[in-house]
């Protein structure tokens, strides 16, 4: 065994990665499909991961780390990692919840505005230098005012909702239970929201036990004006289905940050001009990469230094 407790499995920004570094006297930089190769006293030696990204952390990587006790995953959702295998293995772990719901609920609203507004076509007409020959761009469609849904009414979920209440749009939303709301309309069935709504906002937690859930059916009862906005994760939708409805027209768009295979995407989404897509950067600014990344450190120190969690997940 190494006195060197913290593993760092990134991808890590430099100044990320740097920030670890200081914080801990001895760290090991090394990705999951790394771990393997790691000496027997290395692996030994590690308390604690600092974790970023979305490649599977299974039990078969936590098993070659025998006195694992935490994984700090940078980012709220944990779908990545298969919190049971931990739990069974005695391992926590932590997300950073909450310091990244407003930049994701801000990129929610902007999706939408972009596509309604079609700012990525306007951008276009400007910088192409066409604007004098070709006039006026074609007139788009108006956000403010429009239904708009809500599938996952969590602490993002919420976030979105009030800054759509403030384009005084008529809120109708989708969850595991009914909430207390200033008057939004509660759905118990997901088709029901989808058919009630122009804007379908997906702010589900990903993982199994929502895979798919904006099924074919879900989608379809959006019909050819619907709109959907994704910011949760690619497995939220059934991008077959999805993909399918964009091409015939089925809804008008879609607007998402977040896909299947990232970075890969599929190449169907290149093919269509009903779409606004982005590379996953809901909580992409400089401000709260810091706080998620001092949070996860919180975590981590606290871990190592024998004090309770700061944002435990199991
Ligand atoms: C990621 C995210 O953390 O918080 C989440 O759940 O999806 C992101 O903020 C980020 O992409 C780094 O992997």
Redesign the pocket.
Known sequence: MTDTPLLISGPFTGEEEERLKNACPSVRVATLDAVGGLSEAARGGIRAVAF???NRFGGAVMDLLPNLGVIAN????YDAIDVSAASERGVKVTN?PDV?NDDVADLAVGLALTFFRRMVVGADWVASGQWPTKGEMPLNRKLSGSKVGIMGLGRIGREIADRFAAFKCELHYHARSEKETPGWTFHADPVGLARAVDVLVVALVGGDQTRNYVSREVIAALGDRGVIVNISRGTTIDEGALLDALESGAIAGAALD?FLNEPNIDPRFLELENVVLQP?Q???TVETRRA?AELQLENVRNFLEGRPLATPVN
Do not use: D, Y
């Open positions: 970023k990204g979305h940078f980012g709220v959702g950073t990244l977040v996953h809901g909580s992409g998620m």
